[in-house]
């Protein structure tokens, strides 16, 4: 997992698959099956409401340029301000964007966050 954010209504995430052919990008859907499934028992029981369907649908991409790739870790990051809920990508609880900060090089973070995110095609019209 590279860059995540998690919202009431929505989530993203940037991971890389397996490089083994065998198991190649395709242990992604297995993962978010299971992913899905645990979360959403876990949130049926927080809410008391078992069985109710949480995650609807999801859509993956295979990034194959290294600036797509980079530009949408920018994206996650920064989805929380996007949406308006924080004027900073680090103060979003629920997303990577403090931790990244506090891991990686500030030449990465400057990097990362230098790309340019309107070109960037993600659904993401998910009023919170």
Request: charged letters at 20%; aromatic letters at 14%; one cysteine or more.
């Amino acid at each position: 997992m590279e860059a995540w954010a998690v919202f009431p209504n929505h989530y993203h995430f940037v991971a890389h698959s397996p490089k083994q052919a065998s198991d190649g990008a395709e242990s992604l859907r297995v993962f978010l099956a299971d992913l899905h499934q645990h979360s959403a028992s876990w949130v049926n029981v927080l809410d008391k409401c078992e069985g109710r369907k949480v995650w609807h649908n999801f859509r993956d991409t295979r990034l194959t340029y290294q600036r797509s790739y980079l530009a949408r870790l920018n994206y996650v990051h920064q989805n929380a301000v996007k949406h308006g809920i924080v004027n900073m990508a680090n103060q979003y609880s629920w997303c990577s964007a403090a931790w990244f900060e506090q891991v990686a090089s500030p030449a990465m973070i400057h990097t990362i966050y230098s790309f340019k995110m309107d070109k960037v095609n993600v659904p993401d019209d998910f009023p919170i």
